[in-house]
């Protein structure tokens, strides 16, 4: 590229890339900003980073800039207090802008587009987009048409998440014309899960390829003319091959041993000659090349290492890429963890998890069972992949250190049908309850009697919940970073997700009985630490005896306090479960 974007105290510049000349693009703050919430901006602060990541598309010939200006203004402010500021002297009070669900007050995007060369700026000739989550930038909710002729975005208009609309803007001129709108029951989304691209596109000639929930699955359609149909569900839009009308994508549920294995997929844009790219039984992690005309395959499954090859999309293996060499894991003890299917609560429902053994299994030994939480609802906690992803590394530490370790997709996960994603939090729970009961019926080294469970965000509120509401079943917990009060987290969150029978573990304190860690960062921009220290307050008012670890200048993940945090968790677990004891 030629050109960079930048922000120079709180405004949008540019520069030239060239000679390094340097020019205002936007006057005023706000411009290219996510919410206070969404980038660590304490944590930048703490490192003395200027800002996060620019909210910017740009268009095809790098000309014009789509943004906007980020109003916060009435959105509720929530004080943390930075203890030990980097440069010393006293605490530093820091403000964050975090609306809490129900909230009349929650940030906005005003979109613009601007040529770079000139400086012209266009407003967006419609309502501000509320971003109840983050800039729709960032989240790929907003991208330029190939030949930058106009720019599209999703929205939930007003906020409302049971309606999504898919608009067309005019870079000339700021108008914004309507181009599909649905309306549900409960939220209508573009996809299974929002940190995967929407499953919407908008061809050449107009056409809009639409992705709808309507008769309870996930499937795509052209202008309203359903395209794929089924009990399964398309997860990625791969590749559009306009010239000879076909769409790729990958969906889940046509392997039958494993509905969350992705198969790489084609239809015509007449709904015609469905077929399967990839036609087995294995996992398939597929990214298509920029041009289109091939892609690069990960094939796998929780027990077989990766396979990676360059793929025509009729399916044929171009280049082999390699497959992974697992002999260095075999000899430190490790295997392959199981894949498993039981029975939910319900006594009907198939549910799927993991479950990792201990470094050097002995089957004649019992050892502690690790129920490793994270409930969703926007994400699946289990990667039907070899590769576990970032929530299911702590899963094969707990197994080195001698546990058995389940992860559990109960009812309320992505992955699969609308009514499965919709189950209320209180059905994904039970579902972990009868998972580890039937497991350990067939695996008598599981010992149900040294049962822990442990989480971070949603896995930290669910860690605690389990604790409440089956304190026969877990003895032990910690949970990081937990949102225990979801009447006071984020509104993109409880307004989208959250039914209004669990709110809040602070309302059940009393039922503990377990030992409970608490860990919470004293920066978290995310879910504030005043969430954990509103449950310790009614621990403390219940008599109830559990730890605290404040971690005073933490964010939301912990960053640089990941290493002591780990030691603390390993440690209060093994002295209350008793690994190899």
């Avoid at 091959?241 to 992705?262: C, H, I, K, M, N």
């Avoid at 019992?366 to 129920?371: A, F, G, H, K, T």
Wanted: with cysteine.
């Amino acid at each position: 590229g030629r050109l960079a974007a930048f922000l120079r105290e709180g405004e949008l510049w540019a520069r030239s890339l060239e000679d390094g000349r340097e020019w205002p693009l936007a006057t005023g703050v706000g411009y290219a900003a996510n919410p206070d919430y969404v980038m660590c901006s304490p944590l930048l602060r703490k490192y003395g980073l200027p800002h996060g990541p620019l909210a910017v598309a740009w268009s095809p010939d790098s000309r014009r800039l789509l943004t906007h200006r980020t109003d916060q203004s009435g959105v509720r402010k929530v004080p943390l207090v930075d203890a030990l500021p980097a440069g010393g002297g006293a605490p530093e009070p820091l403000t964050l802008r975090q609306p809490y669900p129900g909230d009349e007050h929650v940030p906005r995007a005003e979109l613009v587009v601007i040529d770079v060369l000139t400086g012209d700026l266009v407003r967006a000739d419609a309502e501000p987009v509320p971003m109840s989550v983050m800039s729709p930038i960032t989240m790929r909710w907003a991208w330029w048409a190939e030949d930058g002729s106009a720019a599209y975005y999703l929205a939930w208009p007003g906020g409302d998440v049971r309606t999504l609309e898919l608009n067309r803007l005019d870079p000339a001129t700021g108008a914004v014309t309507r181009l599909a709108t649905e309306t549900g029951p409960t939220r209508v989304e573009p996809g299974q899960e929002p940190a995967v691209r929407p499953a919407v596109r908008v061809l050449a000639g107009g056409e809009v390829l639409w992705y709808s929930q309507r008769d309870g699955w996930g499937h795509l359609s052209l202008d309203g003319a359903q395209l794929t149909s089924g009990a399964w569900a398309v997860r990625e839009i791969l590749h559009v091959d306009e010239e000879r009308r076909v769409v790729y994508f990958t969906a889940s549920g046509l392997v039958a041993a494993d509905p969350y294995r992705r198969t790489v997929c084609r239809v015509g844009l007449d709904g015609t000659g469905f077929a399967r790219v990839t036609d087995d039984d294995l996992d398939h992690a597929a990214v298509a090349a920029p041009g289109g005309g091939y892609f690069v395959d990960s094939a796998s499954t929780v027990c077989d290492p990766p396979v990676l090859s360059v793929r025509g999309w009729d399916g044929r293996v171009l280049v082999s890429l390699g497959s992974a060499d697992v002999s260095g894991l075999e000899a430190t003890g490790w295997s392959p963890p199981e894949r498993f299917r039981v029975t939910a609560a319900d006594g009907v429902t198939d549910v799927y998890g993991v479950l990792y053994r201990p470094h050097g299994f002995d089957p004649a030994t019992r050892y502690p069972v690790l129920d490793h939480l994270y409930p969703g609802p926007q994400t699946a906690r289990v990667s039907p992949a070899f590769d576990p992803g970032f929530l299911g590394y702590d899963a094969e530490v707990a197994a080195s250190l001698g546990y058995v370790v389940v992860a559990l997709d109960g009812r309320g996960t992505p992955g699969r049908s609308k009514a499965f994603h919709d189950a209320p939090f209180a059905d994904g729970l039970a579902d972990h309850v009868a998972a580890l009961e039937q497991l350990a019926a067939a695996r008598p080294w599981m010992d149900l009697d040294r049962v822990g469970a442990f989480g971070h965000s949603g896995g930290g509120f669910a860690t605690v919940r389990a604790m409440l509401e089956h304190p026969r079943l877990y003895r032990a917990g910690v949970a990081e970073s937990g949102m225990h009060d979801h009447r006071y987290y984020l509104s993109g969150w409880g307004d989208a997700y959250e039914d209004d029978a669990v709110p809040s573990n602070v309302d059940l304190a009393d039922r503990l009985q377990g030992e409970l860690l608490l860990v919470h960062g004293g920066l978290d921009e995310n879910a504030s630490p005043y969430l954990t220290l509103r449950l310790a307050e009614r621990l403390i008012a219940a008599d109830k005896d559990f730890e605290l670890l404040l971690v005073p200048r933490a964010d939301h993940m912990l960053i640089g306090y990941e290493r002591y945090v780990a030691r603390r968790r390993w440690a209060f677990l093994a002295r209350h479960l008793r690994p190899g004891g």
